[in-house]
């Protein structure tokens, strides 16, 4: 759709891709495991989908999630589906730590502290998590 952000790019660093739907890994240094998992075709809304389409988007979040808690052991993981600014269909899945920028707020409220070394915390670098990612999902 032209105009739409999450049509005409792909939203961040790619780290899967199928006919469906794809997960890129969002630029962001006081949150370095933050993900996008991203419906390829243009709709709005979760609903806009067909049952099994929301299964299978719901399916790709839950394997995100599962691989950040399994190899960074997050304090807690936020799932978020707003779109109020890009409204196409995505759902962020964001891990987070009680020592990052903004903990226990939003990571899109005002940072409480400073945390320069976010990326250094993690138990695992950026493209080994992004590897684990790609194939939870690659494999179904």
């Not at 890994?25 to 991203?38: K, L, N, W």
Request: proline share 7%.
């Amino acid at each position: 759709m032209t105009g739409c952000e999450l049509c005409e790019q792909e939203g961040g660093i790619p780290v899967f891709r199928n006919e469906a739907l794809r997960v890129i890994r969002a630029v962001d240094a006081d949150h370095p495991a933050f993900y996008r998992v991203i419906w390829n075709a243009h709709v709005a809304e979760w609903t806009d989908l067909p049952p099994a389409d929301r299964s299978r988007i719901m399916q790709a979040v839950a394997k995100v999630e599962t691989v950040l808690r399994e190899h960074i052991k997050p304090t807690k993981v936020n799932l978020a589906s707003l779109g109020n600014v890009v409204p196409h269909l995505h759902w962020h899945v964001i891990a987070r730590f009680d020592w990052d920028a903004r903990w226990p707020a939003p990571v899109w409220a005002p940072k409480q502290r400073e945390v320069s070394d976010a990326e250094a915390r993690l138990a695992l670098p950026l493209t080994e998590l992004d590897r684990r990612v790609a194939e939870a999902l690659l494999a179904g």
